[in-house]
């Protein structure tokens, strides 16, 4: 028993369950850049980023607004996007998705009803030279900077 504690403490704190959520009838203006999953159901203005290392994902459910640019690993979006999309993993477009802007992705998936009004470039070698600087933070939380 005392084992299996030790291994969900563990777990806990790589961030691997932290999850972010901006609520519907939530609007954020400052760019995010987050740590574990971020879940976007109100508007972010501002651009959305991750380190490019990380296992972070995000997710943009329907009604949800993002106006800048994202540049997250692993990307799901149900939602709208006014700016380019940057996936260095992987990329799903479901079908009320609706991207105006470019989209660079290594994996991509896209349901019958999604929209990009933007080029689809696949395979870049989305490179790090255009994320954020690493903020400081231990493992036990997660940091929301708002400029």
């Given amino acids: ?29 400052g760019d995010i850049h987050f740590r574990g ?14 380190n490019s290392d990380s296992e ?5 459910v329907e009604g949800g607004i993002i106006e800048g640019e994202i540049r997250v690993p692993q990307v799901v979006i149900n939602g709208h996007v006014n700016g380019d999309v940057y996936a260095a993993r992987h990329l799903e477009l479901a079908a009320k998705a609706m991207v105006e802007g470019n989209v660079h992705y290594k994996l991509i998936e896209m349901v019958k009803g999604a929209q990009v009004n933007g080029a689809l470039v696949s395979n870049v070698d989305i490179s790090t030279a255009g994320e ?6 231990t493992e036990d939380e997660t940091v929301i900077e708002a400029s």
């Fill in 1 to 29: 028993m005392l084992r299996k504690k030790e291994k969900q403490t563990t777990m806990a704190s790589n961030g691997s369950n932290h999850t972010t959520l901006i609520a519907r009838q939530t609007e954020v203006s």
């Fill in 132 to 137: 954020p600087q690493r903020i400081g933070y």
């Fill in 56 to 60: 972070a994902r995000l997710q943009i």
């Fill in 37 to 50: 999953n971020l879940v976007i159901e109100g508007k972010v203005k501002g651009n959305v980023s991750a």
